[in-house]
């Protein structure tokens, strides 16, 4: 097959002359195309079939054990200025990116199937999608596209249509961490990506081009990309309103998107927009739109069970694809946090043995099409996207952060989400439990400096006024000894209920110099086994932790030096101040 457009066929023809395939496969995004590869992987060992009558049409992967997780220390944003990319992001000169990326491509695909994967985040016909082509030597990626992307002969038509597109390149490579990159041209709209087949180094429409490359393409056309996950409420009467949320990897977004009120909330439901990743427009009213440029969830498997999620658990019942979970006696995916069934191989194929670690990988993930979601909304295939009644950040913190609490104004909120920290999870390589500052949750996804993605989230409120309020959530605050203060999952829909209470003026709060917080009483806490000083301690704020915090948010900012945007320093400082004002009053 060839492509009409010129500069996307020549770009195909550069490349497989460069690493030399021994066969180009366009592909079509069919049924059989998909089943054709499975087949291809299950013959080569890739993939295996998992149970065929508990989990029919489920396989699994297991990847190189060095293989398991994205690389930030290995992912660069390559922008001729390196203040362009900006303290956030590890960065390259572009020809030099450019040289060490096609050397390390050169001859890579000898023997294998160099295959053509034309994409489409976002519903097929929203003028809200961007288009991108993924060249790649891995069947296990084009399978996960699939899964992922509107993929194949309706993307590539667009793509025709368009005549642009996000070029993205892959090998897998040796799967050498050694010889492993990550490596975005956002000037170029371009990625390249080598010696990795992990989701979010491999399949390059999720992190590399939906949030790096069109973070950077947001600011440039007036729209933001960003890593949240979109979800719909519907009360009793029937009114849905669509909140979006940015909470870091691994800190159950997944969960949130995929919530199941609980008993005591009859007439309740939630709507799956996406789990990961929303684009975000205005419209000619001014009001901001979401899509889920993502046709799929490639969400974190363990601790998924029917108690925690159990539209996921049953989502992953068939038609999925896993990686690196463990499997039982009879076949079956097992991993952490499943309520049945004991593992009888660890995530690397071997023996289970306790004492080698865990059976599952704690970063093991399914694939799966969104559709296969009971509670998928039919919405986020709607060319228009869903309207945002509120945008909500969080983090993992185990101190500090109150449950919930709204931001004063639009700018107070972006200083919120500038401020975000979590404490660090298994989705990434490196420590685990570390606070680390995660603006937005897009410490490693912005393409481009954040001094300059503040200045592009605080020129909002120029183009619109109606604009969502701005909250910000903990699910993860602790006592003393370590216990969960919130009892979470399916509970957190009442603290989403105040966000919409407020959205509404509906809802009582306290004004404290970080916004206002619900007074225990404004929560709804029927038939909820919380005690009085567990909600007290959760609805209140410390100030003198709140001081540090504060100070600490600032010393953050600084590092962004003069292009930090000078609001920022402004609501910091109102901020601190008021506390200041607090501390005198209470001594
Ligand atoms: C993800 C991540 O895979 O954020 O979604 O790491
Ligand atoms: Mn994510």
Excluded at 91 to 114: N, Q, S, T, V
Excluded at 212 to 233: D, P
Aim: charged content about 25%; proline content about 6%; aromatic content about 10%.
């Amino acid at each position: 097959m060839t492509s009409k457009l010129e500069s996307l066929q020549s770009w195909v023809d550069q490349v497989a002359a460069h690493t030399q395939p021994e066969a180009i496969h366009w592909c079509t995004g069919s049924d059989e195309e998909y089943q054709d590869l499975i087949e291809l992987m299950l013959a080569h060992g890739t993939l295996t079939t998992l149970n065929r009558e508990t989990h029919p049409n489920c396989y699994l992967h297991l990847s190189s054990p060095n293989d398991v997780a994205r690389v930030e220390h290995l992912t660069f944003i390559c922008t001729s200025g390196k203040d362009d990319a900006g303290p956030n992001n590890l960065w390259m000169e572009p020809a030099e990116a450019h040289e060490k990326m096609d050397a390390l491509f050169e001859g890579c695909m000898r023997g294998r199937i160099m295959y053509v994967i034309p994409y489409c985040m976002g519903p097929i016909d929203s003028p809200y999608s961007r288009c991108g082509v993924e060249i790649t030597d891995s069947a296990y990626v084009v399978a996960n596209m699939k899964l992922m992307t509107k993929m194949g002969n309706k993307a590539l038509e667009r793509i025709e249509r368009e005549g642009k597109f996000v070029r993205g390149l892959h090998s897998t490579g040796e799967l050498d961490p050694e010889r492993r990159f990550i490596m975005h041209f956002p000037e170029e709209l371009s990625i390249k990506s080598y010696g990795s087949g992990y989701g979010g180094n491999a399949l390059l429409g999720k992190k590399c081009h939906a949030l790096r490359i069109a973070s950077y393409q947001g600011r440039q056309e007036g729209w933001l990309a960003e890593h949240m996950l979109i979800v719909g409420l519907e009360n009793p009467d029937g009114d849905v309103h669509y909140i979006a949320c940015a909470f870091p990897s691994a800190c159950g977004k997944t969960n949130l998107a995929m919530l199941i009120p609980p008993e005591s909330m009859k007439g309740w439901r939630a709507w799956t927009l996406g789990d990961d990743i929303a684009w975000l427009h205005l419209d000619e009213d001014g009001k901001l739109r979401a899509i889920n440029p993502e046709a799929g969830y490639f969400g974190v498997v363990p601790g998924t069970n029917e108690k925690t999620n159990k539209n996921a658990y049953e989502m992953i019942k068939h038609d999925a694809i896993f990686t690196n979970v463990a499997t039982t006696e009879d076949n079956q995916p097992w991993w952490e946090g499943k309520l049945d069934g004991t593992p009888a191989k660890d995530w690397q194929g071997r023996n289970y043995d306790p004492s080698t670690g865990k059976a599952a990988h704690p970063n093991s993930r399914f694939t799966v099409p969104a559709t296969n979601n009971p509670a998928y909304s039919s919405l986020a295939d709607a060319p228009t996207g869903v309207p945002i009644s509120a945008i909500v950040f969080g983090g993992r913190r185990k101190k500090v952060a109150p449950l919930v609490y709204q931001t004063k104004s639009w700018e107070h909120g972006v200083l919120v989400g500038a401020g975000t920290a979590s404490e660090t999870t298994a989705a990434m390589v490196g420590e685990v439990g570390k606070v680390r500052r995660d603006p937005m949750a897009m410490k490693p996804f912005c393409g481009y400096n954040f001094a300059d993605y503040w200045a592009h989230w605080l020129s909002f409120p120029e183009r619109s006024e109606h604009l969502p309020k701005i909250f910000h959530v903990n699910w993860f605050r602790q006592d003393d000894d370590g216990n969960f203060l919130w009892p979470g999952f399916g509970e957190n829909i009442r603290v989403l209920e105040w966000i919409i209470d407020r959205v509404e003026h509906r809802a009582g709060a306290k004004e404290t110099p970080i916004g206002f917080l619900p007074h225990a009483e404004d929560l709804n806490t029927t038939n909820l086994d919380i005690s009085a000083d567990a909600l007290e301690e959760l609805t209140s704020i410390d100030t003198a932790q709140w001081r540090a915090e504060m100070a600490s948010v600032l010393e953050y900012l600084e590092g962004y030096g003069d292009r930090l945007p000078e609001e920022l320093r402004r609501q910091q400082k109102m901020i601190a101040d008021a506390l200041n004002e607090e501390m005198a009053k209470a001594s």
